[in-house]
């Protein structure tokens, strides 16, 4: 059994389980050897994320990448298009830029679909590292999962840009080939599903809004390949369910440590 535990701060422990597959057994390895390189990964609890605090941010982007990010309100169509700057930025990666914008990228991106939630811890937790550690994976080797249920422990987003059921979601087919990204990518975070998300998918209109609207995408990559990508990357479940609702149940959460069985 590959298992391992999450604990926050004051907090009861979260034990997770992976599924018994070679995908699993990688992403246990790796998340096991990169904690032991760096035992300081990074947590964000969306709370702390307000409105308030993302105009900071607005500033500092305004101040040091000339973005137009002050806005008097936000709605899923102005962070759709701000994010666009995002995905334009970093288009070739966190390597390609100074160093010194990472921190302030890192946190735009987060702040942004923060706001988007309102402010709440809405569809899950994360610890990340900021790094490229990882490996490939193939269509095939993809956990692809609809239904997200409460607990699921999901593989971290490794692209700033959205998988193809986000996209198709938000109905955001401009510069389709930068904005949706293929999870061909594992790095070791941690994500914890904290809500049920079911998902009723019409696989003909899916695939047809693709090929209508964002046309190009799919002659790059081919309906089979969309298909198999579509959905979230489950490799696992949080064994003790009463723990992860008490654990939300904290104004505030502080991540403490991970341990390995």
């Not at 811890?121 to 997200?148: C, M, V």
Request: aromatic share 14%; hydrophobic share 35%; proline share 5%.
């Amino acid at each position: 059994m590959l298992k391992f535990t999450v604990h926050f701060k004051t907090c009861p422990p979260l034990h997770c389980q992976l599924y018994d597959n070679d995908l699993s057994e990688k992403y246990y390895k790796l998340l096991n050897i990169q904690y032991q390189t760096d035992s300081n990964p990074i947590f964000r609890d969306p709370q702390l994320y307000t409105l308030q605090h993302f105009a900071t941010l607005a500033r500092q982007a305004s101040d040091k990448l000339g973005w137009d990010w002050i806005r008097s309100k936000y709605n899923l169509q102005i962070t759709t298009q701000l994010h666009k700057d995002l995905e334009k930025y970093l288009e070739n990666g966190f390597e390609h830029i100074p160093a010194e914008h990472d921190h302030l990228l890192h946190e735009l991106h987060y702040a942004l679909h923060a706001i988007e939630s309102g402010s709440k811890r809405n569809h899950w937790l994360q610890i990340e590292w900021f790094n490229d550690n990882g490996f490939s994976i193939t269509e095939n080797e993809y956990p692809a999962k609809l239904n997200l249920e409460f607990g699921d422990i999901r593989l971290q987003n490794p692209y700033v840009g959205h998988h193809p059921l986000y996209v198709y979601e938000q109905q955001d087919n401009i510069n389709i080939l930068q904005t949706c990204k293929f999870h061909d990518f594992v790095k070791p975070g941690v994500n914890i599903v904290i809500k049920n998300i079911p998902k009723k998918l019409n696989w003909n209109t899916y695939i047809n809004w693709f090929q209508t609207f964002c046309p190009e995408f799919v002659q790059h990559h081919g309906v089979e390949k969309l298909k198999k990508f579509t959905g979230h990357p489950v490799v696992g479940k949080v064994q003790n369910l009463d723990d992860l609702k008490t654990v939300l149940k904290r104004p505030s959460l502080e991540f403490e440590k991970l341990t390995f069985d």
